[in-house]
């Protein structure tokens, strides 16, 4: 293809870039003929895509399918107040250009799956992996070994980011740096557990650095390397990463040679919800207004009790289970909930496993307040 | 206490909310024995039944991977920090 020219307008504006030797005129020519995937446009994707396009990278594709949510701004600053309740994409793609007209962008709104990820990579040169799963993370993972992008990967929990680059020829892939998933529920989603706003910011602009190092060819690559940052101690720690000469999809015995069924990988098809017997919050309500017996345990932090609770509920964190569950009488029936339904089917697990009586609210207290009572604050 | 064994965030809430243990130990294994011993709950966050390290839980031995070199029973000396670092996949 024919290589696009910097405009006067542009040279201009990419000045600052320009007069870098190590970018130069014919670095941000590169710039502008390359393209990167964002999957995802969230809090890594929100600072990601922004640095993108004011670097002047020509095509930046966006994979998503949201909609932009009031507790999405506390972090994904790519929207704004302006634009919740609409499409993710539409929101970003209109920042993305009020800031620099010279891009263009590319909206993909659909659920990365296995039977779309290779075609959506092979149109792209980097691919930079936002997502919030287990399953899509290997999924993004396995396409970019199979297509032979690069995965600028970041990954943020609470207070905490890691950084990488994956899938480069001679480098390792994030399945030789975990071979496998946790099990579902075992570690808690950033919904749950929360994150630091400014998190994403530092690890999405850190993804941004080394997509824009690969398409310029400048530097040494994050690869075979491991960043760890740590927000409260404010340290980075740098670890190696060795590619695995057994990794069913980077080594020279590879047994994947096309995307698999994820969501059975992460264990998601045996949900523990299908065992678990669970009510609805309509179910609930008409137990309590029937003034049933039995008692509403809560399995939530305290930190969460406090800003939002249900009348007459008994706080016993998941965490404390093991070691607290004694207080709670064998012979009653237990209603049990937390924010979204995950934590407390876990604790109905664990409290049926130990002979009680446990039933698991669905959705949790965030349903609770969106169809039983809205003056229960949503977090 | 002359090894120091740092734990992530996600991990602190099952070892009394803290994020350093010292210990004294030969080896990696001997050193999470020697911290499952204070923090029992740790045990089935970072091995599976069959006494393996988890495949989502990476040990370091200073910047190495456990794992590259003898796993568990991989050597530790006075001065070496063990770093846990469970896989994470936040991004939203």
Redesign the interface.
Known sequence: MAQLELTTAEKARYDRHLIMPEVGPEGQKKLKNASVLCV?A????SPLALYLAAAGVGRIGIVDF?VVDES?LQR?IIHDTQSVGTSKLESAKKRLLALNPFISVELHETRLTSANAVELFKKYDVIA??????AT?YLVNDACVLTGRPNAY???????G?LAVFGLKDGPCYRC??????PPG?????AE?G?LGVL?GVIGTMQAIEALKLILGIGRPLSGR?M?YDA?EQSW??????KNPACPVCSENATIKAPIDYEAFCGLKEKPTMSIPDISVQDLKAMLDKKEKFILVDVREPHEYEIAKIAGSTLIPL?KL?ERYGELDKGAKLIVHCKMGGRSAKAVQFLREKGYDATNVAGGINAWSESIDPSVPQY | MSIEIRLPTALRAFADKQEKIGVDAGTVGEALEQMFSKHERLRQQLMSADGKLRSFVNVYVNDDDARDKQGLATAVKDGDTILIVPAIAGGR
């Not at chain 1, 720690?237 to 060795?242: D, G, H, I, S």
Request: aromatic fraction near 8%; include cysteine; glycine fraction near 14%.
């Open positions: 995802g969230g809090g890594l994707g949201d999405n994904q992996d936002g997502t919030d799963n287990f993370r970041g990954s943020i929990f609470r207070f905490e890691q740096l975990y071979p496998e998933p946790p075992l570690v808690p989603s950033c557990a994150v994403p491991l760890l409260l720690r740098t670890l190696k990463v060795k965490g093991p």
